[in-house]
C-alpha cells in the first residue's frame, strides 16, 4: 500500500486545516474573541489572504455596527471618517446581497442609505478641509434628481444598484428616491450657500441627532437582518461534520466552548496540523517506503 493512502485518514490536509481555522475566525469575529483572534492573526499574519469565507465581509461590518451601536450614536455620526467607513461597506454589501434589499424592502433601504449619506454630506459641508466643490460634488452624487442624465447616470445607477430598480422603469420607489432626494439637496444647498455661518455654528449636535433619529430604526433593522445571513454558532460547522476525520477533530471542541477553550482547540489543532505536515512530508514518505521494501 502507499504510504500516502496509510496516512490519509489520519492526517490533517491543508484545505482542511484552513476551513476549520476560518470557522474560528468567523466565530472570533461574530463573537468579538479579541483574544482568539490576536492568537489567529499573530499565528497567520496574512489571514486575509489565507482565509478568505464567504461570510467575512458580513461579519466585519457586522462587528462595526455592533460596536457604534454600544457607543453611539455621537460622536460617530458627526465625524466623516467614521461616516464614510460605515456608507462605504454598508452599500457594498447591499450590492451584492440582494436578499438585504428583499427583506428591508426598497423603500427602507432607500431610507437607511439616504440618512447616512445626509449625515456624511452634513459632516463633509462642516469639515474645514473640504472645499465648497467638493460638498457640492458630494450633494449631487449623492442625491441625483430626475431626469437621469450624462451628467448623473453614474449617481443614478447607483441607486439602481442599491435598489435593484430598473431606471427605465418609471417605479414608486424611483419616484419616491426622485423627491426625497430632490428635497435633500436643496436643503444641503441652502447650507452649502451659507457655509461661513454654518461652519461658524459652535454645535450642531441637536440637528445632527434630529437626522440620525429618522435613520436608526432603519439601521436597527439592517443589523438585525444582517445576522439572521449567518450561521448561529460557527462551531457547530466543526461539531456537527460527518466527515471520520473532521469527526475525530470536532470531538476537541463544543459549539458553547469558552474563548480559552476555542484557543486551547486552536492550540490543539496547530498541533496536529504540524504533525500532519511531518508524516506526509516527503522525507518521511521514502523512508517508510523503505522500510516496507
Not at 118 to 133: D, E, M
Not at 278 to 283: A, E, R, V
Amino acid at each position: 500500500m502507499d504510504p500516502r493512502e496509510a496516512l490519509d485518514d489520519s492526517v490533517l490536509n491543508s484545505d482542511e486545516f484552513d476551513e476549520i481555522v476560518d470557522l474560528l475566525l468567523c466565530h472570533g469575529l461574530q463573537k468579538d474573541l479579541s483574544d482568539l483572534l490576536s492568537k489567529i492573526t499573530e499565528k497567520f499574519p496574512d489571514f486575509d489572504e489565507k482565509f478568505c469565507s464567504p461570510h467575512r465581509q458580513v461579519l466585519i461590518l457586522l462587528a462595526y455596527c455592533y460596536k457604534f451601536q454600544q457607543n453611539g450614536p455621537l460622536p460617530d455620526i458627526s465625524h466623516h471618517k467614521f461616516l464614510h467607513t460605515l456608507h462605504d461597506s454598508l452599500v457594498g454589501l447591499l450590492k451584492s446581497e440582494a436578499r438585504l434589499t428583499d427583506l428591508m424592502s426598497r423603500i427602507d433601504t432607500y431610507k437607511l442609505v439616504g440618512g447616512i449619506r445626509a449625515l456624511l454630506a452634513r459632516a463633509v459641508l462642516l469639515q474645514p478641509k473640504f472645499t465648497p466643490k467638493d460638498i457640492e460634488i458630494t450633494i449631487v452624487n449623492y442625491f441625483p434628481t430626475l431626469p437621469v442624465k450624462p451628467s448623473n447616470s453614474k449617481s443614478w445607477e447607483n441607486w439602481a444598484d442599491i435598489l435593484k430598480i430598473d431606471l427605465e422603469d418609471n417605479c414608486d420607489v424611483l419616484k419616491e428616491v426622485n423627491r426625497v432626494n430632490g428635497i435633500s439637496a436643496k436643503h444641503l444647498t441652502v447650507k452649502l450657500n451659507n457655509l461661513a455661518v454654518e461652519r461658524r455654528k459652535t454645535s450642531q449636535d441637536g440637528s445632527i441627532i434630529t437626522i440620525w433619529n429618522t435613520v436608526a430604526p432603519k439601521f436597527d433593522e439592517f443589523v438585525r437582518h444582517l445576522k439572521s445571513l449567518l450561521p448561529e454558532n460557527f462551531l457547530e460547522n466543526i461539531a456537527t461534520n460527518s466527515h471520520p476525520k473532521m469527526k475525530m477533530i470536532s470531538s476537541k471542541i463544543q459549539p458553547n466552548a469558552s474563548e480559552a477553550e476555542v484557543i486551547q482547540f486552536f492550540d490543539y489543532l496547530c498541533d496536529i496540523f504540524m504533525e500532519s505536515k511531518f508524516w506526509t512530508s516527503n522525507f518521511v514518505l521514502e523512508k517508510l517506503s523503505n522500510v516496507q521494501r
